[in-house]
């Protein structure tokens, strides 16, 4: 079976577009992870060479100040309210993502890398680069067949689920939310409840959450998400003819663990 590298470095650099919503601290890190692999190996395997954001209100501009990449800011709201349309209606957001293509083709990116990207891309823009997002759980767990901790409250799910550790998932953007191919899943860490919490009470339960989804944010999204781009910029990720992934031309279904 033949494999087929996402990149080829012998073509050049790989080139990275940021997508944002809101405070791009995943973005931060995947520059940051650039700029280090620079000064430690003298290059970097891929740039970030543009930042996108689509909230006029974002970490964006100030992101593009810090590190002199240029910022392109469409509002998805105001692209709505326009329209006389709610956010939740997809019918019109293939408009704004072909939009975003078009404003995003001078820079002639290959990969966009989904840095709190908040809004469901459609197929414009999911055709248009290969996408990748990084997700607060292990993707690899499954129930009745279907991905278990999916959605914007994973990291809730799995402890109420009694998982006693928790992983980052790194995985391809495609059509379904959540479901796209896997790349890379991060070193577990341990769940941590104070003992006796009430898991019952909303309040207590949403503070263990967030305290446990900061964990992982830096111990498996900071660290997941950069070496998943270098990676793929490297070559070691690939496909064969049946879209099936593979690391290092070895098969990985369920991801690649760190």
Same mark, same amino acid.
């Given at each position: 079976?033949?494999?087929?590298?996402?990149?080829?470095?012998?073509?050049?650099?790989?080139?990275?577009?940021?997508?944002?919503?809101?405070?791009?601290?995943?973005?931060?890190?995947?520059?940051?992870?650039?700029?280090?692999?620079?000064?430690?190996?003298?290059?970097?395997?891929?740039?970030?060479?543009?930042?996108?954001?689509?909230?006029?209100?974002?970490?964006?501009?100030?992101?593009?100040?810090?590190?002199?990449?240029?910022?392109?800011?469409?509002?998805?709201?105001?692209?709505?309210?326009?329209?006389?349309?709610?956010?939740?209606?997809?019918? @019109?957001?293939? &408009?704004?993502?072909?939009?975003?293509?078009?404003?995003?083709?001078?820079?002639? @990116?290959?990969?966009?890398?989904?840095?709190?990207?908040?809004?469901? #891309?459609?197929?414009?823009?999911?055709?248009?680069?290969?996408?990748?997002?990084?997700?607060?759980?292990?993707?690899?767990?499954?129930?009745?067949?279907?991905?278990?901790?999916?959605?914007?409250?994973?990291?809730?799910?799995?402890?109420?689920?009694?998982?006693?550790?928790?992983?980052?998932?790194?995985?391809?953007?495609?059509?379904?939310?959540?479901?796209?191919?896997?790349?890379?899943?991060?070193?577990?860490?341990?769940?941590?409840?104070?003992?006796? #919490?009430?898991?019952?009470?909303?309040?207590?339960?949403?503070? @263990?959450?967030?305290?446990?989804?900061?964990?992982?944010?830096? #111990? !498996?999204?900071?660290?997941?998400?950069?070496?998943?781009? &270098?990676? @793929?910029?490297?070559?070691?990720?690939?496909?064969?003819?049946?879209?099936?992934? *593979?690391?290092?031309?070895?098969?990985?279904?369920? !991801? *690649?663990?760190?």
């Amino acid at each position: 079976m033949k494999v087929t590298p996402f990149h080829n470095p012998d073509e050049g650099i790989l080139r990275v577009g940021g997508l944002m919503s809101g405070s791009g601290t995943n973005l931060r890190k995947i520059i940051e992870h650039q700029l280090n692999l620079k000064r430690t190996k003298g290059k970097s395997p891929y740039e970030v060479l543009v930042i996108f954001s689509d909230t006029w209100d974002s970490n964006a501009n100030l992101i593009g100040k810090d590190y002199d990449i240029p910022v392109i800011t469409r509002d998805i709201r105001s692209f709505y309210e326009h329209r006389g349309k709610k956010k939740r209606d997809l019918s @019109i957001r293939p &408009e704004f993502d072909s939009e975003t293509v078009k404003a995003l083709s001078p820079y002639d @990116i290959k990969v966009a890398v989904y840095a709190g990207y908040m809004s469901i #891309a459609t197929a414009p823009l999911i055709s248009a680069f290969l996408g990748i997002n990084v997700h607060p759980a292990d993707l690899s767990i499954e129930e009745n067949g279907k991905r278990k901790y999916t959605g914007a409250h994973a990291v809730k799910d799995a402890i109420l689920a009694g998982e006693k550790t928790i992983s980052s998932s790194t995985h391809i953007i495609e059509e379904a939310v959540d479901e796209g191919r896997l790349l890379m899943i991060s070193s577990p860490i341990p769940v941590e409840i104070e003992e006796g #919490a009430d898991l019952s009470d909303k309040d207590t339960l949403t503070k @263990i959450e967030k305290y446990n989804q900061n964990r992982l944010k830096e #111990a !498996g999204d900071w660290i997941v998400f950069p070496k998943t781009i &270098e990676f @793929i910029a490297e070559g070691r990720f690939g496909y064969d003819e049946n879209g099936n992934i *593979y690391f290092d031309e070895k098969p990985v279904p369920k !991801g *690649y663990r760190l």
